[in-house]
């Protein structure tokens, strides 16, 4: 979105479309810098004519500011967490959001591999995959074995130790012998 000139209208359109919608919507160009220049602007007004009603309205554009970020952080915050596990990231973001965002990130997987590695790790138990020595009858190209290895290719007489479950269905097809 290009730059606009900062209205009470504009901040009170872009605060209903944050409350309305579920992602963040697009910000005019340098929207925070010139919500501030606005406000300054408005203050001296203010000051210097004694207008309580621009002391208002100023009091009123802080105050629909203060909810456009609060919503946008919450957007982002759960952006965070579907971005850790979707690797989809949410648009419309503006410069500062998106490092607080990619900090966001950073530390849930950190986090994440840190405490779910060590669950997982704990309670792994050894696994034990029953193994055969066999003798090739016939030539065989590469296969992934039910331990998720790559064995082969192999030749006539070659001699292996696969899988306990690869070596049946071989010895099915009539393709391996075992060893004694």
């Known amino acids: 979105m290009a730059e606009e000139t900062i209205t009470f209208e504009l901040v009170r359109k872009i605060q209903r479309e944050e409350q309305r919608l579920p992602k963040p919507t697009k910000l005019p160009e340098n929207f925070y810098k010139n919500v501030n220049n606005y406000i300054q602007q408005k203050r001296k007004t203010a000051e210097s004519m004694g207008d309580r009603k621009v002391g208002f309205e100023v009091k009123n554009i802080e105050s629909l500011i203060e909810d456009v970020f609060n919503r946008r952080e919450r957007k982002i915050l759960n952006g965070a967490l579907i971005a850790v596990r979707t690797n989809i990231a949410p648009e419309n973001l503006t410069e500062e959001e998106k490092m607080f965002f990619d900090l966001l990130v950073r530390s ?13 790790d704990e309670a792994k138990e050894p696994e034990t995959v029953m193994e055969a020595q066999v003798v090739f009858k016939e030539d065989i190209a590469e296969f992934v074995g039910s331990d998720l290895r790559k064995y082969g290719p192999y030749k006539k007489g070659d001699v292996a130790i696969l899988p306990e479950d690869n070596v049946k269905i071989l010895l099915e097809k009539g393709i391996v012998e075992i060893v004694e």
């Open 108 to 120: 849930i997987k950190e986090r994440r591999n840190a405490v779910l590695n060590h669950v997982f």
